[in-house]
């Protein structure tokens, strides 16, 4: 038995009996004996977040745990630089000691075990990643390369599948699928070719059909007639592995965009079936019934618009139509409220389901989404904004001024769409607070920009208006 498994002995004897900040330091030794060793480090995090959670602490970190790991994370940049990946490793092991799940801190570890070629370690790595931050596209996109890099097409193919469920149009996950797909073929030919001893490429395909059908594969689908086809393809695929569930959601996938609701929904729940694990054929469920009810909303309101620009009575329509958002507005709150608890550190579903509950009224609960979605740099002003319209809808005017103002702080183009929309909702609150001075300011700024923005030159006008009367 090596020294470092020796270690990692001790330290799962230690963690069974819940020491688990003596497990975590016989982990580390071990770990710098032997970086590589993918295991034992997935153990580590586990019990470094059991130790931060029985002390009440959030393992993902917080405010006063990014200025513990400030100095640790300056040192593993310098390392990084230096190219000095084993000493790299632990000083990021060491900033994972107090926030094991930090996503962007545990991305930075895995690409620090690819270059230490510990492959494997990587992909266990990324894998927690993505158990913690189930949007997060680079994760899939790395893990996509190093199965690929392991020689593991399949593998390989469904975390860039991943990627693509994110990014559509995303030309490299396209790309790569098609590249892994044609390449699994050539190997299936080359195989076939060993025990066939026969020379010719053409004779290694099954048949013309076949090297057709890859092409066909690899072709981009833009039409119903392309769908089709796929659909063929892809059950084609199914037959000989009924049981890959990405299969199943690409197949449900094609009948969505044939609007083939009921069909859709079957194949979502056979994934399901065969793989009761795989999180993202929820998400496609859920997806789905909202396409289908957004798609049912498109055609009342089609209908009832036709009705009125022919002069008929379109009542009933509009009755249909307002019973048919107020289940959409039911449904979206259930799902996001769903997703929301499924994907905690997806800030951007957090402001999506905020604006959804908006919708409904609740806006306490409202806030309390958009107070979390502040921590994420990318959200925090258009956060910020959507909290100060929840305490205006309140009547908690002055509250909501100072969040506005929050918003307004953080963005550098005042002169910009969103910055006319920030001072425009200051200059309201103003207004509701009888401050017609400070409103006047605010809306004399976005004038002196965009006369034409919203009513603001009629605002302008009337507080003009009223301030004569009162001289």
């Given at each position: ?5 020796e ?8 963690a069974?009996k819940?020491?688990?900040?003596y ?12 970086p590589?060793?993918?295991v034992?480090?997935?153990k ?17 970190g ?6 513990k790991v ?6 593993n ?13 632990i000083e ?9 799940q930090?996503?962007?801190?545990l ?10 070629n510990?492959?494997?370690g990587?992909?266990?790595?990324l894998?927690e990643?993505s158990?913690?931050?189930k ?5 899939y996109?790395?893990?996509?390369a190093?199965w ?6 399949e593998?390989?193919?469904?975390f ?8 559509p ?8 699928i098609?590249?892994?797909?044609a390449?699994?073929m ?7 070719k060993?025990m066939a ?11 013309e ?11 981009v689908?833009r039409t119903?007639?392309d ?14 592995d009924p ?21 859709a ?5 056979k994934?399901l ?23 049912e909303?498109?055609v ?5 618009n036709?009705?009125?620009a ?22 979206k709150?259930?799902e ?14 957090k ?5 959804i ?14 107070q ?5 740099p990318k959200l925090?002003?258009?956060a ?7 305490f205006r ?8 001024e ?9 963005i550098?183009d005042?002169?910009?769409e ?8 200051l ?6 607070q ?5 409103a006047?300011g605010?809306y ?16 302008v ?10 001289g």
């Amino acid at each position: 038995m090596s020294a470092a498994d020796e270690y990692f002995k001790k330290a799962e004897q230690a963690a069974k009996k819940g020491n688990w900040d003596y497990a975590i330091e016989l982990c580390m030794q071990g770990l710098i004996l032997n970086p590589t060793a993918s295991v034992e480090r997935r153990k580590l995090h586990i019990w470094e977040a059991q130790a931060v959670q029985e002390k009440g602490g959030n393992p993902q970190g917080g405010f006063g745990t990014k200025l513990k790991v400030m100095p640790l994370q300056a040192n593993n940049k310098k390392l990084t630089m230096q190219k000095k990946w084993e000493e790299a490793a632990i000083e990021i092991e060491k900033c994972l000691r107090f926030q094991p799940q930090s996503s962007g801190t545990l991305f930075n570890l895995a690409m620090v075990l690819e270059n230490l070629n510990a492959v494997d370690g990587a992909i266990v790595v990324l894998e927690e990643v993505s158990q913690l931050d189930k949007t997060n596209v680079e994760a899939y996109r790395k893990l996509g390369a190093l199965w690929a890099k392991k020689d593991e097409p399949e593998k390989a193919i469904e975390f860039w599948s991943k990627v693509q469920q994110y990014k559509p149009d995303d030309k490299e996950a396209g790309k790569a699928i098609r590249d892994l797909s044609a390449a699994t073929m050539v190997k299936r030919a080359e195989d076939r070719k060993k025990m066939a001893g026969d020379e010719s490429f053409k004779a290694l395909l099954k048949s013309e059909e076949e090297a057709a059908d890859l092409e066909k594969k690899q072709k981009v689908i833009r039409t119903d007639e392309d769908r089709r086809e796929a659909i063929r393809l892809k059950k084609e695929e199914l037959r000989k592995d009924p049981t890959n569930s990405r299969l199943w959601r690409e197949l449900g996938m094609y009948y969505q965009e044939l609007k083939e609701w009921a069909a859709a929904e079957k194949i979502f729940r056979k994934a399901l079936e065969v793989n009761p694990h795989d999180l993202f054929v929820l998400e496609k469920i859920g997806a789905l019934k909202e396409a289908k009810l957004d798609y049912e909303l498109s055609v009342l309101q089609e209908a009832c618009n036709t009705a009125k620009a022919a002069g008929q009575d379109s009542a009933e329509l509009e009755a249909r139509l307002k019973a048919k958002e107020a289940e959409i507005r039911h449904f979206k709150a259930e799902e996001y409220d769903r997703r929301v608890k499924a994907h905690p550190t997806d800030y951007e579903l957090k402001v999506r389901y905020g604006e959804i509950l908006m919708d409904v009224g609740k806006f306490d609960d409202a806030i309390s989404q958009f107070q979390k979605a502040v921590n994420d740099p990318k959200l925090r002003i258009r956060a910020f904004n959507l909290i100060g319209t929840c305490f205006r809808e309140k009547g908690l005017y002055q509250l909501a001024e100072q969040q506005y103002q929050k918003a307004l702080d953080g963005i550098a183009d005042k002169d910009s769409e969103l910055g006319k929309l920030i001072q425009y909702n200051l200059a309201l609150v103003c207004e509701k607070q009888q401050d017609k001075k400070k409103a006047l300011g605010w809306y004399q700024k976005i004038m002196a920009i965009d006369i034409g923005y919203r009513d603001v030159s009629a605002r302008v006008s009337a507080l003009m208006g009223g301030d004569k009367k009162e001289g």
